[in-house]
């Protein structure tokens, strides 16, 4: 490797934030034309080196080269001047604009006093059509779905001139067929020269896509290896700094009697589209049932009608022969349901709150956290320390807010307060390792086993297949917001699976 090939250095950074050091002496490098992966835990320190180059931080000590030359970067302008754009894992992107105002957005371009969306439009279709992004300038940005607005942030990078693209968890939110989009779209900006970060946990992804990877831990990097030279257990256990068990380890399980019976569900999105279209099943104590299928085919309404955040327009649903058909989260907490939510942000937590407020977010108003209308610090301290304890959540104290936690132990928080209630009968489990490492989903992963053998009923909602076929004891797909076979997962398969997943019917199975 010459110097000349070097397009980007970052030599000795560290930096320190109160209770953690996020980068230790770390070095890195990357190659013009090259993917190169940084893989890691939720907390390794990848998302802030990579915060540090494009200056939403700045370091304590180090120095960043672009093209051998030192760069002072105080902020993101500097760093997009020097040829450097970012694709974070939460876009940034405001719904209601479109798809050219959000690329202008910061870099408006005007013509006699107005914006000029015409020139924008062109530049944008000159981009998409060079490197196969297909974007339409004129869409709205909240119309489209998460894969092409991922496109319209990289389009952003490009239009910006960036020869240096970060893409930080951008599969996180893809399903598998834009996730392979995805990376077709990446080795065809590298075959025109741009240089490409890829931050992420996912092994088999890294192995199939980067040029070299680069492992952090603890805030420093642990080692850079090419694809050629390792595998998924090797990279896990320098991801994790011990062995990890990629597979799920569970014993037959022995279901009783229907807690949860969902008959005829229907329900309406934002738009007022019947998303959710006479769905019925039941889970039984003691079995997880998964529920498979390419994301936006009903899911998310699914998920909401059964956990109170969106009233059915159609069915029932009864809970241990409670029928509970609409009635608020409240209700439906008390009578033992357990919801780890698909948007653990949006939905699981209040980030401005403390680990400890956000452990007790279920129960804060009954005793022993609050005494005659009273909040109880003590007992909310108590219970968040036992809480952070057992579920291993890393977090330098329990008075830390907790939208500054990483991704994995924002989760491990919402699995501790849901599973840790002594009254569960019922877990729902929206995506419950997106954008998780190896670590933490092994975890969750023992949880949500644990619940079920204790003769909880589970409904386990993933776009990941390999998730679902793991935990689950049946499967239902669903499509288009019906539910179009239910098999036993001794029995399942990924390609009949996969095809009740595209849409093919044909001899779909009940179980």
Request: net charge negative; charged share 25%.
């Amino acid at each position: 490797m010459t110097e000349a090939n070097i397009v980007l250095e970052a030599k000795n950074i560290t930096k320190q934030f109160p209770g953690v050091l996020a980068s230790d002496n770390v070095n890195f490098d990357l190659r013009k034309g090259e993917i190169h992966a940084l893989l890691g835990e939720n907390g390794a320190g990848k998302s802030t080196l990579m915060n540090l180059i494009y200056g939403l931080h700045l370091p304590d000590k180090g120095e960043i080269f672009v093209n051998g030359k030192p760069i002072e970067i105080k902020s993101p302008n500097d760093s997009i001047a020097a040829g450097i754009g970012m694709v974070h894992q939460h876009f940034m992107l405001i719904p209601v604009f479109t798809v050219a105002e959000n690329v202008m957005l910061g870099d408006e371009v005007t013509k006699r006093g107005s914006l000029d969306r015409v020139t924008v439009a062109a530049k944008i279709n000159e981009i998409s059509k060079q490197y196969g992004l297909d974007v339409d300038p004129n869409a709205l940005v909240g119309d489209l779905p998460v894969g092409l607005q991922q496109r319209v942030e990289i389009v952003k990078t490009l239009y910006r001139n960036a020869e240096i693209v970060i893409l930080d968890e951008p599969t996180a939110v893809l399903t598998p067929q834009e996730a392979e989009d995805l990376f077709r779209i990446m080795r065809d900006l590298t075959a025109r020269g741009v240089s490409i970060i890829f931050i992420t946990h996912k092994l088999k992804e890294v192995l199939a896509v980067a040029d070299r990877i680069t492992v952090m831990r603890a805030g420093r990097v642990i080692n850079t290896v090419q694809p050629s030279e390792t595998n998924e257990a090797q990279l896990a256990n320098m991801m994790v700094g011990r062995q990890v068990i990629l597979t799920v380890e569970k014993k037959d399980h022995a279901a009783s009697g229907d807690i949860l019976k969902v008959e005829g569900l229907s329900a309406r999105d934002q738009r007022d589209l019947e998303t959710v279209h006479n769905v019925s099943f039941t889970v039984r104590g003691g079995e997880v049932l998964g529920i498979a299928g390419v994301q936006g085919n009903g899911q998310t309404e699914l998920s909401e009608a059964l956990t109170g955040l969106r009233a059915p327009t159609g069915g029932k649903v009864t809970m241990d022969g409670i029928d509970l058909t609409g009635k608020s989260p409240r209700v439906m907490t008390e009578a033992g349901l357990a919801h780890i939510p698909e948007d653990r942000q949006r939905h699981g937590l209040v980030l401005s709150y403390s680990v400890a407020d956000n452990m007790a977010l279920c129960d804060y108003y009954r005793p022993p956290f609050s005494s005659r209308g009273v909040i109880q610090q003590k007992a909310l301290d108590e219970n968040a320390r036992k809480l952070i304890d057992a579920f291993d959540v890393r977090t330098p104290s329990p008075f830390v807010n907790a939208g500054k936690l990483s991704g994995g132990n924002q989760q491990k928080v919402i699995v501790a307060r849901e599973l840790s209630r002594h009254n569960v009968k019922l877990v729902i489990a929206n995506q419950p390792t997106r954008g998780l490492d190896v670590g933490s989903i092994e975890y969750i992963h023992s949880e949500i086993i644990k619940m079920r053998d204790r003769g909880v009923a589970v409904l386990l909602i993933s776009a990941e297949l390999d998730e679902v076929m793991a935990l689950s004891d049946r499967i239902a797909v669903m499509y288009r917001g019906q539910i179009v076979a239910v098999v036993d997962s001794k029995k399942a398969t990924r390609e009949q699976l996969g095809l009740w997943m595209a849409g093919a019917h044909v001899e779909a199975a009940q179980a």
